[in-house]
């Protein structure tokens, strides 16, 4: 019996935002939000690589996903899971909206072989106040 490993390299950069562009992502918020994002990564089969949140009101997100899961899956998940247990969590974020936490549109392109630290200093520039 043969096993089939599949070795790829996918990368993308995903942005998505808060509807209206509020800024409510606290520092707390970002790191429930780190916990969470790694979670559903382990469950779903891809690797976020790095995971910030960019000025309150939107998220960048490194990743890297075997082939055989499309982009628009993950960012679905991670929108998706993101909101509803963001909700949950705090009660209080979900009154400003009728459950939709997140901008409906994002955004993403591929990256090559990037290097962790190509992908840091792009994140540090994106400039944080929380």
Do not use: M
């Not at 509020?22 to 690589?49: C, M, N, P, W």
């Not at 899956?73 to 400003?96: H, N, S, W």
Request: contains cysteine.
């Amino acid at each position: 019996i043969h096993s089939r490993t599949c070795v790829y390299n996918i990368n993308y950069h995903v942005v998505w935002s808060v509807k209206y562009r509020r800024k409510i992502l606290s520092a707390e918020i970002e790191i429930y939000l780190k916990e969470l994002v790694q979670k559903i990564a382990s469950d779903k089969g891809f690797t976020v690589h790095l995971f910030e949140v960019g000025e309150g009101d939107h998220i960048h997100c490194f990743v890297s996903a075997p082939p055989k899961l499309s982009v628009t899956d993950i960012v679905k998940y991670l929108k998706g899971i993101t909101g509803r247990k963001l909700f949950e969590k705090y009660p209080a974020i979900r009154q400003l909206w009728k459950g939709q936490l997140w901008n409906h549109s994002y955004y993403v392109e591929t990256i090559g072989s990037v290097s962790e630290e190509n992908i840091r200093r792009y994140i540090e520039h994106q400039s944080k106040s929380y």
